[in-house]
């Protein structure tokens, strides 16, 4: 029986074993963690709103009734593709007819100096761990030191859909710090700042979308700078292009990500921008028609006779994963494989409660409370294709809506030096 | 107004501040945790059974609506006794005129040769995340690679209520990988040990109910090893007196807990048995009536004309906080404080599913159902006391009900090196 090997188990390999359950195949679903991550809310849990356990879900529950379907907990350190084989960094060797390879990204500091040592990514739920706990105890140093001069920051770099939800849920938070758990955290104390090189908000978004966003940002405290470039990153704060020094309690790093570093972005293949693996029209290496490379890790392209390629999206990767997983399928029929197509479902990013801003396929926009509707009900319909319809409903729902009753805990041992930067778990390799 | 510091939010310190809610005093909780810990339920978490914000509540929202206590996050270096005054780590000094310490305990090693490096205690919440950590990644790597030889052990150290509920929380936890992740873990690769110096199990509770537990736990698989010492602890397992060597994925270490070490352990003041704090009658310090030491850290005596020290228990915090919160009003009132007098409400270990023992008031026992059901019940009132009662009911029966749900996350950043020996947290310093 054809063995299969789908490295990563985010978004696209789970979309890729989705499609393989069942099929006379053998397939490894392997991974460095073992658990899926709900990205979209990872700066929920990096904001005290949610806890890690409701946007992480094991894998092994994932597959538990597709018994054609094995997981195998290990970190991929090579592929080699002459040999079809993978290599784990505890020695194990696996053995594949097909590779699937969705290892997605890590945090891009674009060379900022001193960005990867001072600035907090938020792309794994580690790295959601870690700021939590940082967030938190800085704001319990700012409570009980009565500071002089101005106010320390909460410092978001990047005004993407991270950065903005980013942004938004800091300042909630300082809000039920407040009002709920009576800390002295006035403005004057502290404030959230939001910084991004582009001249507006949500640059992959329509104008008016990036233009409210900045608006209802700004409404709700938080400074919003754009235009501004960091230069650097220390452990004091940020320089801005033009010198200003902005001290920071914490930077967080929304500048996006990069295919560099992992174990995509090591196969000695053709690489185009930001490491992303460059891949055929049927997602599969030039080459090796065995091997596809799915979501964040690959420059996917739009279509066909669109040369564009689409941007790294949960939607790209659910969508790539699925289609390299049915073209496996397909080269086992002896049938050729089909070029990958992206369906525009549309970009969501909330701001905070009752607002959000939505782009939906043919130009449409929603924004305010019915942008926010929309956004909590997607999220809810994905997360319960993962987890139990009931705690879902219940939990996460009262979770979100019930501001006070979050996990504001601070866990001391995945805060680690909370000082220091995090060596661990960003760097994607399945 | 009089100024009183609570050191601990475990049991003992949020029962004395509950007196203290509303009355003329200014109260500062302090502790370098900023959430209670409810510590009966954390074998749960290092099983995978329950997610760490199950079993712990945010300091600031226990205390949200008593607007004389104000929480105050920070480690306690020293208590200064003669000028009334307490250092904290970050260099803040906070006066009082009354103190409660209420800093619990610490793993206790007794001096056996390495068990202090080697093996994984399980009194605070990071005990329990890392063990949990800890046991999901040994056991993935027996998956993963076909052992020859005999069965790796999960070796429980301590056959008193926490090695119990932990060897058979353990065994289920094996259950649940193999019949629903489908990991292969059968008797010949991985069993769970449970070991005690004593001739039987339970030794505070009546002999029937240790020979019930021990008999039950057999039943389920656990190899229950009662007359055997541990003498010293290696990386790869422990040597018992006699010289037979054991083998272990990981040592668990239930063999009891000490107040050396931690801040009350460190008071310049008269110390008992494992280093707890000699009272007097009033629970407070000779030479120092404005000074009261509870819970775990305190020798708390009995009653008047008990000369005996009741043991380390969860009622015993809950009662002797509160006594001294009460005896803190009454100095302010002028008049004379009161002996502390215990009142036993029995005490229990669950065993698993549908297995537990109660001892309950006056020689009467429960086991079996009768018993778990008499434990679950209790358990669900008092974390009630502490957590939305809708979550609670929903959740904490679902998940506990629910084997599959269970939250077998292997969290990367907490774990850190799984080989070695955990550092913070373990001193139980306020």
Redesign the interface.
Known sequence: MDRVIVIGCGFAGLHAVRQLAGAPVEVTLVD????HTFQPLLYQVATAGL???DV?Y?A??II?RKRNI?????RVEAVDLEARAVRLG?G?ILDYDHLIVGTGATAGFFDIEGAAAHAHPLYT??DA??LRNLV??RL??V???NRSGGPGRLLVVGGGATGVETAGALVELLQV?VR????RLDASRVEVVLIDAAERLLVGFAEELGLYAAETLRSRGVVVRVGTSVEKVTDRGVRLAGGEHLDALVVVWAGGVTVEGTLAGSLAVAHGRGGRVVVGADLSLAGHPEVFVVGDAAAVPAGPGAPAVVPQLAQVAIQSGRHAGRQVLRRMAGRPTEPFAYEDKGMMATIGRRAAVAQLPGGLVLRGTLGWLAWLGLHLVYLIGFR?R??VL??WW?RYLNW??G????????S?DLAGA?A??KDGRG
């Open positions: 460095q963690h073992n658990f806890e890690p356990g992480a094991p092994r529950t538990r094995a997981f195998r907990h290990g505890d194990g739920l580690d761990n870690h938190l105890t319990e140093e409570d009980a030191h710090c709920y758990d009576r800390m139990n009931l705690i219940v939990n009262w006070p009753g996990p504001r805990l601070i866990d001391t041992a995945a680690g995090e661990t778990g």
